[in-house]
């Protein structure tokens, strides 16, 4: 069973950065697709970028386009979320999921991932 698990998260102000990792020591992720969510308090969980296995393929959600950058490393089973100029709005919990051999068409849909990380605080405030 593919396990993952993000690190990365933390407190920081606003306009400053993180980076978010997602791993995993057992399988490759060479033939998965992986996918950021994030959920804030009292709301859904929703997606927030995605790349495909090959690393040549993203999509990102309005809000963070420009702001966010998805990217992977295939020979060593990461894939990372570069987190620029954060807003008091990004805070939330973060997770990263796998989806095998996903295209993209849904990549924003929960059920689509069979594999979930435990999830990673990004808290933005001053």
């Known amino acids: 069973q593919l396990q993952l698990a993000e690190s990365g998260g933390g407190l920081v102000q606003p306009g400053e950065s993180l980076r978010l990792s997602c791993a995993t020591s057992q399988y490759t992720l060479a033939y998965y697709a992986i996918g950021w969510f994030r959920q804030a308090p009292g709301k859904e969980r929703g997606g927030v970028a995605w790349?495909?296995?090959?690393?040549?393929?993203?999509n990102y959600i309005d809000s963070v386009k420009g702001r966010f950058t998805v990217s992977r490393d295939n020979a060593k089973n990461t894939a990372d979320l570069l987190m620029n100029s954060l807003h008091p709005e990004d805070t939330a919990v973060y997770y990263c999921?796998?989806?095998?051999?996903?295209?993209?068409?849904?990549?924003?849909?929960?059920?689509?991932?069979?594999?979930w990380g435990q999830g990673t605080q990004v808290t933005v405030s001053t």
């Open positions: 999921a796998a989806e095998l051999l996903g295209e993209g068409t849904k990549w924003h849909i929960l059920d689509e991932y069979g594999y």
């Open positions: 790349i495909n296995s090959d690393g040549d393929s993203t």
